[in-house]
């Protein structure tokens, strides 16, 4: 069993039994994003999981996304609950819609994923410049040999749609 | 309409001081809800035969409670979960004496979710290890339930345009409602500025769109309509019931949108399916208040205003006492005490005997004065029909109507 990953006070737990996400974070330390892609209908999903939520076919095979995406929703989290982010708040998490796959099969449909908006060094983004619409990339941040956790930067393109964010 | 339309009743409300520090046992605060709720309808132990909890690992579970009482259980069922479960487990009381397993059935929760196990998921809860789904947001610091919720409301505020202080309304209303409450925690009212200045918790929201972590315990009985008639209290009936209807991808909704879109959508029609009736039917709610938002997004979903005008609606003064269509009148989880959704449908229960228990000097015998300045009534005369709008997370949701 890979060793349980310490990073800001929490353990990350992923047991072997767990290969959906055991392979999603080695991609990630390879510095590759990965989706489960169905090998029936083509369709990525995620979180990695072990069917197919559209078709409930059993086959699948990773498949990488570019790791672009657009900024959905946001929060600022003010008040950390895990002591071990106390020290840095205020950060933003970001709802982000990846390019690949987006209003399919339906139009409110996409393939979205969690993270933090950070700097190059992977501190946390400045609250000013968090907006929905706003174009982020994937970078990884490395926390084992075997575990790294994709976030996402400021991408330097033009935002896509309105641009809003709270208060501006 | 459903066929179990008026059926089946609530005829015992209990529960414990609210409070932030206990100092008694989950078990303690459990066995003196369930027997007050008994007391409360006038029965013995013995006319309760079945028992129905949840909770999430911080609280004790029927067969340690039910022999305190000297109860002889037919049937019990301990449930995991949290706000969507009160009205979910009524329906299935309901089922399990439709179905001949016991004839009435005592649901309870008790919980010291400010001094033993936190419901914002500080200490205990936040030492455990991070593993299968968690995996997906709690390592970018998003653990507790407003982290969980404000992507939700933040996409509402760009879908639609709603702004912090219409919702800041919600939790004016209900201070205005506590108020009137001599068991709520929180009884001075406040105003729209008091909420929209009070520090960031997560933004979009301020402490004050935030429900007390609270301790104690809270029960309800069910019965059939038949065996109600002979109970103390006048019988509240059941009018329709949807428990922990969910949106697509419960496992991580932000994948199937729109996510300003709540579980209320998928439940309104099970729910005002079977009672046979429509939100301008409804004279008083209990929209689940986790978060001023939550009240909002509910209200909007099972169509007591067009979607997206939930803004509007909470803060147009419908929702207070003396408006329209009252909402979470004993000041709900924002001011009189977190419960996971099992006070307010108590309190619509109260509502509809016209026996809330406020200041007036009367109001054991139902003599209300309906004056709803500061420390007097919050009866809403003449309550036909209430709904109770339970929720959980923005995908999944439970509904409840009743009647007189």
Sequence with gaps: ?168 | MSHLRDKYCIVGVGETEYSRGSNRSTRAMAVEAVRKAILDAGLTAADVDGMMDYQSGDSTLAPHVAPDLGIRLNFYMDVVGGGSSTEALVGLAMGAIEAGMCRTVAIYRSMNGYSEFRIGGTGARAAQPVRGLDLAQVPFGMRSAGQNFALTFMRHMYDYGTTSEQVAHVKVAHSKHASQNPKALLKERVTVQDVVGSRWIVKPLHLLDCCLETDNATCIIVTSAERARNCRQRPVYIMGVAGRVSKPRLDFHWAHGPISRVAGYYAKDIVFGQAGIGPDDVHVTGSYDAFTFTTMLQLEEYGFCKKGEGGAYVSSGVIELGGRRPNNTAGGHLCEGYTHGMSMVIENVRQLRGRVDDYCPGAAEGQHTYDYSVGRCRQVKDAEITMNLGWAMPPLGSALIMRR
């Design chain 1, 1 to 168: 069993m890979p060793q349980p990953v310490s990073y800001r006070g929490m353990t990350l737990l992923v047991p072997d039994n767990d290969s959906e996400w055991a392979e999603y974070f080695a991609h990630a330390r390879a510095h590759t994003l990965m989706m489960r892609a169905c090998t029936a209908c083509g369709l990525m999903r995620y979180p990695p999981t072990h069917a197919c939520p559209w078709c409930m076919d059993l086959g699948w095979r990773w498949q990488e996304v570019s790791g672009r995406g657009t900024i959905h929703s946001y929060e600022i989290v003010a008040h950390a609950i895990q002591p071990g982010f106390k020290e840095l708040t205020p950060y933003p998490v970001v709802l982000v819609e990846l390019d690949e796959q987006r209003g399919r099969p339906t139009p409110d449909e996409a393939l979205r994923i969690i993270a933090n908006l950070v700097k190059d060094d992977l501190s946390p983004e400045a609250e000013a410049r968090v907006a929905i619409g706003a174009r982020v990339k994937v970078v990884f941040q490395d926390l084992a040999d075997h575990f790294a956790l994709p976030q996402f930067t400021l991408g330097g393109e033009p935002p896509v749609g309105r641009v809003w964010r709270l208060g501006g």
